[in-house]
């Protein structure tokens, strides 16, 4: 069974040939509408806007009917074993897609399901969020040759996490900068594969001539408790704004995996600056890269 969890098992080739599927369906809607009779549950653990949409539309385009459950409206919610769950559910789904606070759920999901499991974003990682990154990524610069991305904020993102075993695969060079004490451990690096990675607490050093920068909330769900901290460990340092940018190559463009909260990760000028910022472009790419992801595990995943 092929599940998609973290992407760490997925070759290059595999991941390159998701991006140009989605590419495919973005310039030609009608040649993924179908009709096939299969269901995928969406199990939310935490709140979705982008996620919970692109999920459910791509999936009712390629004929998949979504069916979005809260977790806490289900027994789970009242302590029902996960792996219980996982067993029951896939009995009547052809894939089950959760986002929840800790990772490991997702892997007994994936150990008691019969059907593919889709992580929809957990502490650890977002990987639909990365391969549509990628996608925007391809689309702008037309390719990844002497693409670098400069990552500013939390270095232990569970975007950023995504975003690392893409780059790795792909060979894009990827310069995170982080106050030390978010720095990725040594040991977290090698468990992802990740090989080639500049860390640096200096976030010029991070932007300079990079032709991508990237943030992410300085506080992600489930750390809400940790925000007076982690607003005094990230700012005013590592916000991305008008200052920041001017190091970065000319053509640069800014990405964000969104929500936003503005004037703390970013700026208002920086966000909407249409000369470089690609937000919405990698939102909508959501979409896409979801159909390639839903066809792939519930079409060729026999
Ligand atoms: N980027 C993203 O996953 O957004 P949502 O939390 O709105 O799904
Ligand atoms: N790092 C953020 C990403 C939201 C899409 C969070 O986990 O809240």
Redesign the pocket.
Known sequence: MVHFLTLKDYSREEILSLISKAIKYKRTPQSSISFSGKSIALIFE?????????MAVAAYQIGVFPITYNWSELQLGRGEPIKDTARVLSRYHDAIAA?VYFHNVLEELAEYASVPVIN??SNLF?P??ALADFMTIFEKFGGFKDVKIAFVGDGRDN?LNSLLIIANKLGVEIRIASPREYWPTENFLNEIGCRAVTITEDPIEAIDGANVIYTDVFVS?GQESEREKRLKDFLPSYQVNDRLVRFADQNFIFMH???AKRNEEVTDSVIEDVQHSVVWDQ?EN?LYTAKAVLSKLIYENI
Do not use: D, E, N
């Not at 979705?48 to 692109?54: E, F, G, I, L, V």
């Open positions: 935490k709140p979705s806007t982008r996620t919970r949409a692109s986002r929809m974003l977002h639909l969020q975007v769900m995996c969104l929500p939102a959501r």
